[in-house]
Structures are given as structure tokens and as C-alpha cells.
């Protein structure tokens, strides 16, 4: 029987790959990490690295800890002296293999990408499907697959769950102190598998626990409703301020929701369990218990709590039993990671620290990688551990990619932000024929007039061009310098002896130079100036915007005075030199309402 066709990620996989054989001649290999979609096929997503020095089964459970729930370990890849044949792939995987349970106890079936040293990008005739159970290789069809990370959002449920936990403990000393942990840990870990533990999908009156080995739900849907399903009984607050109606606070209905929203999941612990369902147990009731220890007096004793932020993403037709399956098996990732964090951390400061889960999504990967750092420790004493993470995901090191203003920031946790961000995702495509788009890389945030409480209609859009482009720094995590308001924009001018005293406070206009001369004083980056003669000439600059989004990907301010914009990204064919500009527009002066802002604000 014929291995099945295998898809891969051309963005995820191929590229980074082939950026590591072209820097790279010397031995490499690493893990490939996917997930089965809706129609049962093995989609690869992304690849990493594995050092050499590292043994393979310790570097594969530190790498599960960091990837999002849901996407799993499914093959390796490496670069051999000896073309890829059945025989050379049996005897690279066969020692490889032989003992790395997160790969292997999910399927025997392991992909398998052998790289002939020398060659400058993996090619069709080098995946394998390898049976760790018989030993076995044979060729895997590969399906390239230039959609993947779309397939991603369309294809799957993403959902997040967040809890805090108590972890208590006592130590007699250092030396003691990873005993003690780990002990702990293994408390909460137990806790988390047994029938105790029940998720509450939040806006709905679902829940979802375990009775024995069995899952149970309760509310409108049982354990094999598809997770789609979920989207039905969305439940939506919507302000009511009185405004036209009786009463005033807030009101509840169900509301239309898109399967591409984050489902936000609670964690619940049942007071009794193991006497019948969900709704016998409601009976039981609770005897107190106190439980009283006695330590040495010099020991030590350590109360806190674990700030836990789980990402899952599951197929979503997949049935509720398997997401409750997943979100446990999530917990238990990151609770394995907390040690380790807090373990590794505390030891070297001589203090316990609170190891916090930070999620990022950069570059060219389609998941979540959720780095936990410890609370109070700078950016700069994490430099080291952020450029790993860099070369394990093969990602560049041209700039920061992990820093905590790096980290993506869930739609739930977006509602109280003055400022929106990346207004122009969710834009239809330009519609140049044969261009390539090249747009902005990373998140900014959109400023425009009379924002911040300040009318600045008519004279201010150069300022708020300039507070974008400042923004993306901030985002990108090159500075923590604020976003300067525009009488600090005044006075940076003022003193470079740019501007006179008087400048300070006045409605004048700035330009395209002072703009540049800003971001120098204030910042220390310098600016390249293009000069055009009027808007037909833009069309020339067409190639040398579409290098700039691609090589540097900041925002461009173009203009000056009152005729002030920023360009986010061109859409350019090379062959007819038609272009389209994606132009971020500061004159607008209405609320923070996204739709409008697309429908009506920018131009392409």
C-alpha cells in the first residue's frame, strides 16, 4: 500500500529550509511539526532545529512545551552525506527514533525529509514515510501546499485557556528547592487529569468534564457535537447604557459568531466527584478539612500563583470529547514548562520567581510558539534563551522576534486599547494582475486626528503619521520609548535647533524631513529620503517600496503639511508596472470602529 500524499507548507517548511542549505553547508537536522486537517490528511506547518550537542527525546519534549496544542511532532528532517533511499532513510531513523514518545505514540507513521548534503532546497524525491514499528521506508508523495497557513485559520478552532493556579511549597534549601517543586508540580498535574478538573467554554453554558474514562457535557451539546458546533451558542454582551430603553448596564444575546474567533476556556474544580453525573454530584456536600504542617525554622516556604494562557487548536469538525483530550494535554505542557522555568530561574537568582507564558507568532509560522518568562526579569538578561528560540525556529536574527512587546495579543484582550492595530488585515486582495504584494512586517498601531483627547484636524496628520511609524518600533520591541505626544514631537525639534522656541505648541505644520529628524533624535534611526515630482512618479518607485516591505518592513510616511500619509504596502508587477499602494490614512477623524475604518479610509 502507497504512502499517502503528505501536504507541505511552502512558506512554513520549504523556505526556511532552504534558507538553512544556502547558509549552511555543515550537518543539519531537526523536527518537522503538523496536524491532520478536517479530511484526515497530514498537513506539515513548520520546522525546527535540533542541536546536535542535545539529546533527541529531551529536545522533542522541550519543543512540544513551546508549540501550540494540537500541532504535534510528525517527522524529522536532516542532511545526509548519501542520497535518500530505503535504506539510508532505515538507517539515519532507526537510532533517531527509537525512544521519542512524542512522536512515536501518536502514530507509528513518522515523515521523514533526507537531504542530500550539497542540495540547495529539499526536493520532491526526499520524503519518506518511515514505520517505526516494522522498520520500514517508502517514498511519500508531497503536495505543495502555498495555502497552509490560510487552510490554518479556515480549517481549525483556535482556543485559549486561562486559569490561575496555587502552587505551595517548602524547602529547606537550594539544593532542596528542585525536589520541592517537582513534587508540586506533579500535585497539580494529578489534579489537572482527574474528573475534578471541568473547562467552561466562556459566552456559553457548555461544559465539558470527565466522569471515569468517559467525557461528559453539559448545556446544550454532548461529547460528539463537532466543535464548530460551539459557534451556535455564542452568547455576546452588548452595552446598554439606558440610551432609548429601560434599564441600562449590559444586556445578553446570542450573537452570529465566525469560526475563525478565539474561543476563550475557563477551568473549574468540582467539590465532589466519582458518585454519578455532573447533576447527582451537585448534592453532595463538603465536610472542611484542615491540613497543618510543621517545618524547621529555617526553612523556607513559597505561596504563588501560575498565570496559566493555553493556546489548542483543533480540526473543527473535531467532536467535543477530543478537545477536552487536547485542553488537558495542554495544561500539562505548560505546567511542565513552569518548572522548568521557575526551576532554572530561581536557582540562578537565589528568589522564587513567577514564570508567566507569553505567545508569539512570527516570521513565516502559523501557530503560537508560548515562551515562559519569569515576572521582573528584564529583556536584556533574556537574550541569550530569545536567540535560541531564533535558531531552533530558523528564523532570522536581524531583529527581535521574542521581547514582551513582541507578543501577540488575543482579540479579548484588545478591548480596552485606545489605539487599533493592523488595521489592513482582512482586506480583499488589490487586484493588480501578475503583482506581488509586499507589506508591512510585524504590528503598528493606527493614530490619526483627534485621537488622545487633542484636535489636530486639519494640520496634525504628519504627526500622527510619525506616531505610527513609532509605534511599530515600540511593537516590534526596538525601543520602550512612548509614543511621543506632539508637543514632544515640537520640542525634539526644537532641540536639534530645528524649529524656534515658538515652536512649541503651535499649530504648524511638520513635513517628510521633520519627521525624519524625530525618529533620529528621539530613537537614534536614521531615515532614507525619496524625493518624487508628483503622484504619477510614484509609479517609478514601485520595485524600490516593494524591497523596502520586504527587507525592512516599516511603515513609509510620504508628504508633508496637510496632504500627510503612510504607506503600509504595495501590491507591483514587475512585468507590467502596474502598482497599487495600501495607504494608512491619518485625516480621519471618526471612532475606533474597524469596519468603517476598512470600508472607508483606505485606499489601495
Known sequence: MAAPTVKISDIGVIKPLTQVLLKDTNPQQGFLQGIRNSAGELVIYGCARHEAKKDWKSDASQLHQTITTGINICGIWYTHQAPASVDSIKQCCQPILSDIPEITSRSSQVVVCHIKEGTKSPEDDCWYMYDTQTHTAEPCPMALDITAGRELQEEYVTLRIQTNLTLEFSYANDNDLQRAVAHHFNIINNKVQSPAT???????????????????????????????????????????????????????????????????????????????????????????????????????????????????????????????????????????????????????????????????????????????????????????????????????????????????????????????????????????????????????????????????????????????LFSWFRHQGYMDHSIPTHREIQQALVDVQDKPANFVGSRQWIGSIEVSTVLNQLLGVTSKIMFVSSGAEMASKGRELAVHFQTQGTPVMIGGGVLAHTILGVDWSDKSGDIKFLILDPHYTGGEDLKVIQDKVRCL
Not at 521582573?376 to 527581535?400: A, T, Y
Open 198 to 468: 471541568i473547562y467552561k467554554i466562556q459566552k456559553t453554558k457548555i461544559l465539558i468534564g470527565q466522569q471515569g474514562d468517559d467525557v461528559i457535557c453539559m448545556g446544550p451539546l454532548n461529547k460528539d457535537n463537532a466543535v464548530s458546533d460551539i459557534f451556535k451558542y455564542m452568547e455576546e454582551e452588548e452595552d446598554n447604557a439606558g440610551w432609548g430603553g429601560g434599564g441600562g448596564g449590559k444586556k445578553t444575546g446570542k450573537k452570529a459568531k465566525k469560526a475563525k474567533e478565539v474561543l476563550e476556556v475557563g477551568v473549574l474544580a468540582r467539590l465532589s466527584e466519582g458518585l454519578g453525573t455532573i447533576e447527582e454530584d451537585k448534592q453532595i456536600g463538603c465536610v472542611p478539612v484542615i491540613h497543618y504542617e510543621t517545618f524547621e525554622d529555617d526553612w523556607q516556604h513559597a505561596s504563588l500563583y501560575l498565570p496559566l494562557s493555553v493556546p489548542v487548536i483543533v480540526p473543527s469538525t473535531s467532536h467535543l470529547s477530543e478537545l477536552h483530550m487536547l485542553c488537558t494535554e495542554g495544561i500539562q505542557r505548560q505546567l511542565r514548562a513552569m518548572e522548568t522555568c521557575l526551576i532554572n530561574h530561581s536557582i540562578k537568582s537565589g528568589s522564587v520567581c513567577v514564570p508567566k507564558p507569553h505567545h508569539f507568532q512570527p516570521g513565516y509560522l502559523h501557530h503560537f510558539l508560548t515562551l515562559l518568562y519569569p515576572v521582573g526579569v528584564p529583556d536584556q538578561q533574556l537574550e541569550d534563551f530569545r536567540r535560541q528560540v531564533h535558531e531552533q525556529f530558523l528564523l532570522p536574527l536581524d531583529r527581535p522576534l521574542f521581547r514582551r512587546t513582541n507578543a501577540y495579543r488575543f482579540p479579548s484582550d484588545r478591548k480596552g486599547d485606545v489605539y487599533l492595530t493592523n488595521t489592513h488585515v482582512g482586506l480583499a486582495p488589490s487586484g493588480v494582475e501578475g503583482g506581488t504584494p509586499s507589506i508591512v512586517q510585524g504590528t503598528y498601531a493606527y493614530h490619526h486626528y483627534m485621537q488622545d483627547h487633542f484636535d489636530d484636524n486639519k494640520w496634525g496628520c504628519a504627526y500622527r503619521s510619525l506616531q505610527t
